[in-house]
C-alpha cells in the first residue's frame, strides 16, 4: 500500500519561498507518477505539477516560471521548490501518486490519482 508524506509547508511573505518535500513508501516508487495538487478555502482541487517516471516535470500556467518538481529515486521524495510566492499561492498543498505503466506519460486530474497525502498548509502574507 503506497503511504505519502508531506512536509515543508509554512508561513511565508508575498517575494518569499518554501521547499515541499513528498515521501513515498510502500512499493516501487520509480514505477509511480507523482504529483502536487492544492485546494484553497472554498475551492476545488487545483493541478500545480506533476512528474514523471522518467522525471519529465510539467506544471500549471499559474505556477511555471516559480514552482519546479523534482524527483529523487534514491530517496523515494518528490520535492517542489516553490519561489516568488504569491497571496493566491495560498492553500493545503497534497502530494499524489499513481502507478503508471509509460516512463514519459503525467496526468493532472485529480481523478486520476489512487493515493494521497494528509497536505501541508502553505500561507503566504501580503
Known amino acids: 500500500q503506497v503511504q505519502l508524506q508531506e512536509s515543508g509547508g509554512g508561513l511565508v511573505q508575498t517575494g518569499g519561498s518554501l521547499e515541499l518535500a513528498c515521501a513515498f513508501s510502500g512499493t516501487a516508487f520509480s514505477n509511480y507518477v507523482v504529483a502536487w495538487f492544492r485546494q484553497a478555502p472554498g475551492k476545488g482541487r487545483e493541478f500545480v505539477a506533476a512528474?514523471?517516471?522518467?522525471?519529465?516535470?510539467a506544471s500549471a500556467e499559474s505556477v511555471k516560471g516559480r514552482f519546479t518538481i523534482v524527483r529523487d529515486n534514491a530517496k523515494n521524495t518528490v520535492f517542489l521548490q516553490m519561489n516568488s510566492l504569491k497571496p493566491e499561492d495560498t492553500a493545503v498543498y497534497y502530494c499524489?501518486?499513481?502507478?503508471?505503466?509509460?516512463?514519459?506519460?503525467?496526468?493532472?486530474?485529480?481523478?486520476?490519482?489512487?493515493?494521497w497525502g494528509q497536505g501541508t498548509q502553505v500561507t503566504v502574507s501580503s
Open positions: 499524489a501518486a499513481r502507478p503508471e505503466a509509460a516512463t514519459l506519460k503525467i496526468r493532472s486530474r485529480a481523478n486520476d490519482y489512487d493515493s
Open positions: 512528474v514523471s517516471r522518467g522525471g519529465g516535470p
